[in-house]
């Protein structure tokens, strides 16, 4: 059946593979956004397609999201907040728009009685680093004035309103704790180590490496995720649940600036940097994060497709071409 979906973050990495593969299936989507990390640059290879409306605009406007609310059938709320680096640079806008931008976009779904997928995060574990981590697990959190601890509080918070507005009122709301998901189009802003060491091994440059390089993460492609979010969209089944999507293949961060430069066929070096000179004094990092992704199997089929060496060598591609690109321009 067509429907018209209501995507906010619909010009962000993920946002706008989700709008891409929605329009895809023929249906109408409205993606809204208010570019401060989305770019409009995202869908540009979509402007041609008649379904695609582009609203530019804030979830912290609540006359704007009711309106859009109303003209659409269903809403996918990605709108956020998101990167280790941005949270930890200006963690009172993240905070902020993480809680009251989400809070107005439930309200509103609520008001209209619309199905609400919610993005949220692995950072919901905190530094549990329990493997793997299944979304029954406890949250283990520091101090609220880490900004990181922050960030999985405001997550939480949409999480608890979402369930609240299910369980009270009868909400259609289901969410989803992305894990570290990587592919193209993902700026390397905001502290997103695949396409950053891509960038640095195709530019000849060190390969920063935060810590010992011990950390371990699970990188998923994010047609992978597109294709899990699609499979609990309107899935009257995963109503009212909570579902870990993210790939299962663990790399320490260290083995994976390996394989960037072998990969590249870089003769960049790999350099070790203290976590006091990448992040602000008091970051903690994760030392482990693996997710059972068991839940959504068991409802939908869904499991990864595409490997850790598929996801690497699209990555360094485009940050070939990239640099290809702006060496060309600067001719
Ligand atoms: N990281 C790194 N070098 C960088 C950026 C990140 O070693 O240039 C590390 C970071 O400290 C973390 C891992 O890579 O241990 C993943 O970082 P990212 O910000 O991509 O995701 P998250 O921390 O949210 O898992």
New binding site residues.
């Given amino acids: 059946m067509r429907r018209t979906y209501l995507v906010t973050g619909g010009a962000g990495f993920i946002g706008s593979h989700l709008v891409e593969a929605l329009l895809g299936q023929g249906h109408q989507v409205v993606a809204f956004d208010n570019l401060s990390t989305g770019r409009l640059r995202n869908l540009d290879h979509l402007g041609h397609d008649p379904g695609l409306r582009f609203v530019q605009g804030s979830v912290l406007d609540e006359l704007a999201v009711d309106e859009l609310m109303h003209a659409c059938d269903s809403v996918i709320h990605l709108a956020a907040a998101v990167?280790?680096?941005l949270i930890v640079d200006e963690p009172l806008r993240s905070f902020t728009t993480n809680i009251r931008g989400s809070e107005i976009v439930i309200e509103s779904a609520f008001r209209h009685r619309r199905p609400i997928l919610l993005a949220s995060?692995?950072?919901i574990y905190g530094k549990n680093s329990d493997v793997p981590l299944r979304e029954t697990d406890d949250r283990i959190l520091g101090p609220t004035t880490t900004a990181r601890w922050a960030y999985s509080t405001a997550k939480a918070v949409d999480e608890i309103l979402a369930y609240a507005y299910h369980r009270e009122r009868g909400l259609p709301t289901t969410v989803v704790r992305l894990?570290?998901t990587?592919g193209p189009r993902q700026s390397?802003a905001?502290?997103?180590?695949?396409p950053?060491?891509a960038r640095?091994a195709v530019a000849g440059a060190p390969?920063?490496?935060?810590?010992d390089?011990t950390?371990?993460?699970c990188f998923c492609h994010v047609s992978d995720v597109v294709d899990a979010l699609l499979g609990l969209l309107d899935n009257p089944d995963a109503v009212g649940g909570v579902f870990n999507v993210g790939s299962t293949e663990e790399v320490t961060?260290y083995a994976?600036?390996e394989r960037i430069v072998q990969r590249a066929g870089s003769s960049s070096p790999i350099r070790l940097?203290p976590?006091d000179h990448?992040?602000p004094f008091g970051f903690e990092?994760?030392k482990r994060?693996l997710p059972s992704i068991d839940r959504i199997r068991n409802l939908t089929g869904w499991h990864p497709t595409r490997t850790l060496d598929d996801i690497l060598a699209e990555t360094i591609a485009e940050a070939a071409a990239e640099r290809a690109a702006s060496v060309a321009g600067t001719i």
Avoid: C, H, W
């Fill in positions: 990167g280790v680096k995060t692995s950072e894990f570290n990587v390397p905001y502290g997103m180590v695949v950053r060491l640095q390969l920063t490496v935060y810590g390089g950390q371990s993460r961060i994976l600036a940097v976590y990448a992040y990092d994760m994060r």
